[in-house]
């Protein structure tokens, strides 16, 4: 990686300006899939590891809860014009983050839409969402403004406190009988974000392109706050004081990632120490997920 003063080269990624700010990888905008009803589908191939190869495209893909028409105008939504295409994506494995509750009120089609094995791993923690653990507490008035700080601190406490369930996520995408691999939670921003964050820091991503692809979810879902403005100004809150929940502040994950190189030494003593991971899968995650590149 070169740098000066105006832009960031990485091996293998277009350039870049102004990285979280607005300018993103050309690239990075390219790894949504459009599809009717979704928004936030993505296919991570061609991200970059420390060792020069590359996540194989359609190996692993993140993206927001799917559901059946007419369950909600706010989730992503299954439906006949997009089924031949979510079924070829050939996803083998569905990891749902979402919490218990979450599952039962507003449940998943992912398992319809692909025929995958549908792994759930709740985190009680959650932002975006109709029935997440903030959003509950935006109701009931518990919570009436939402900053870039308390997003950081979001992560952090959710990093501290689901260790064990990051640590089981890897574990099923270090399992090559297990991919492609498709993870989402409700928006696909916060558990998710926090879990594909884990996955290119332990493969050796570049920092700020790891960060870059969590923002991402802000570009392809912006002003996210007004979807959810008849619920929240019902609850007498004013959006621009929770604003921020809904969208993807890059300090947020800096400050989560910067967390865990403070408190453990990096993303990969983190899930051993805290999650109880082994080195060996961590190695496996690797063989599973990178390709060499090719040459041209």
Request: hydrophobic fraction near 45%.
């Amino acid at each position: 990686m070169s740098v000066d003063n105006t832009r960031t080269v990485l091996p293998g990624v277009a350039e870049s300006r102004d990285l979280g700010a607005g300018e993103l990888f050309t690239p990075l905008q390219s790894t949504r899939i459009e599809l009717p009803g979704l928004e936030n589908l993505r296919d991570l191939g061609g991200y970059p590891s420390q060792d020069g190869r590359v996540i194989a495209p359609r190996r692993l893909f993140r993206s927001e809860v799917l559901v059946a028409e007419g369950v909600s105008k706010i989730h992503g939504v299954w439906s006949a014009a997009n089924a031949d295409q979510l079924a070829g994506l050939g996803i083998k494995t569905v990891i749902d983050l979402r919490a218990r509750h979450e599952v039962a009120r507003t449940p998943s089609s992912w398992r319809e839409a692909t025929g995958a094995l549908v792994v759930e791993l709740p985190i009680a923690e959650g932002g975006e969402g109709t029935d997440t653990n903030y959003v509950r507490r935006m109701l009931t008035g518990e919570l009436t403004q939402f900053t870039e700080l308390d997003m950081a601190n979001f992560y952090r406490e959710t990093l501290d406190r689901r260790a064990d369930i990051f640590a089981a996520a890897i574990t099923v995408l270090a399992d090559s009988s297990q991919v492609p691999a498709l993870v989402h939670c409700s928006a696909g921003k916060d558990r998710t974000g926090l879990l594909i964050a884990l996955v290119l820091e332990l493969i050796g991503t570049p920092r700020e392109l790891t960060v870059a692809d969590y923002t991402l979810t802000g570009l392809f879902r912006p002003n996210r706050v007004q979807a959810y403005a008849p619920i929240l100004q019902g609850a007498g809150l004013e959006l621009d004081n929770v604003r921020i929940l809904f969208e993807t502040p890059a300090s947020a994950m800096d400050a989560a990632l910067a967390y865990l190189d403070e408190q453990f030494g990096g993303a990969a003593d983190y899930l051993i120490a805290a999650g109880g991971i082994s080195k060996e899968i961590l190695e496996c995650l690797k063989a599973t997920l990178l390709i060499t590149p090719e040459l041209h």
